[in-house]
């Protein structure tokens, strides 16, 4: 079935940087989610990514879905202690089928060093 | 955001026992919900797709008559854990795709099931 590989599986890093992850797939998406989960809870929306070269920004967060529609990149920036958490990338390949369920990557562990 | 609540969010039971997790989409209606079920430091493993009047679909795998779904309304979704046994212990989440524009799909808050 489909996949998608995430990375980095966890970054650990300071407060104040910017952090970058990746989500790859060997097949196309046309939609792109970014959610972040923290402990003891569920995964919570970040972004929402519609159409392939489309940047968006919530805050300190900005997602891109790339070109091919095989990638998206989430970049946080000035990280703060409260970024702490999992981050999820999901992509789901019919935007219109409401049957169709998403594939989601491993995750990636931020944790940030006051 | 859109809203999606799950109840209990705890629950400890005996084993052989059946405990029914409940889902809603609060603010939205939601022809297709989501069952996962995630263990400690693991992704989110999809156990069925629920479409209200119809019976659920499962993935490979998940029994269905252990795993029981209920999409009795469109904000409404059930799952029932029947004769639970200690490994199926676990953080069941739900999921909700808002029927309107872009299906966009939202999460519950997940619910943690201990089976003693």
């Known amino acids: 079935g489909q996949q998608l590989n995430q990375s980095p599986q966890s970054m650990f890093i300071q407060e104040g940087e910017d952090v970058s992850m990746n989500c790859t797939s060997s097949s196309i998406f046309n939609t792109w989610l970014w959610y972040k989960q923290e402990p003891g809870e569920g995964p919570v929306l970040l972004i929402a990514l519609y159409k392939a070269g489309e940047l968006t920004s919530n805050g300190r967060l900005t997602a891109q879905f790339g070109i091919t529609r095989k990638d998206s990149f989430l970049n946080i920036s000035a990280s703060i202690p409260s970024d702490v958490g999992i981050y999820f990338c999901?992509?789901?390949?019919?935007?219109?089928?409401?049957?169709?369920?998403?594939?989601f990557g491993k995750g990636t562990r931020l944790s940030v060093i006051a | 955001g859109a809203v999606v609540s799950q109840h209990p969010s705890r629950v400890i039971c005996k084993s052989g026992t059946s405990v029914k997790i409940e889902c809603r989409s609060l603010?939205?209606?939601?022809?297709?919900m989501f069952w996962y079920r995630q263990f400690p430091k693991q992704s989110l493993m999809l156990m069925a797709t629920?479409?209200?009047?119809?019976?659920?679909?499962?993935e490979q795998g998940v029994e269905k008559d252990k795993f029981l779904i209920n999409h009795a309304s469109l904000t409404l979704s059930t799952l029932t854990v029947t004769s639970a046994h200690p490994e199926d212990s676990s953080f069941y989440i739900c999921?909700?795709?808002?029927?309107?524009?872009?299906?966009?799909?939202?999460f519950g808050p997940g619910t943690r099931l201990t089976v003693l």
């Open positions: 629920s479409n209200e009047g119809s019976k659920a679909t499962y």
């Open positions: 999921s909700a795709r808002d029927s309107r524009g872009e299906h966009t799909q939202y």
């Open positions: 603010d939205f209606q939601a022809t297709t």
């Open positions: 999901a992509g789901q390949s019919s935007p219109y089928s409401g049957n169709t369920p998403l594939v």
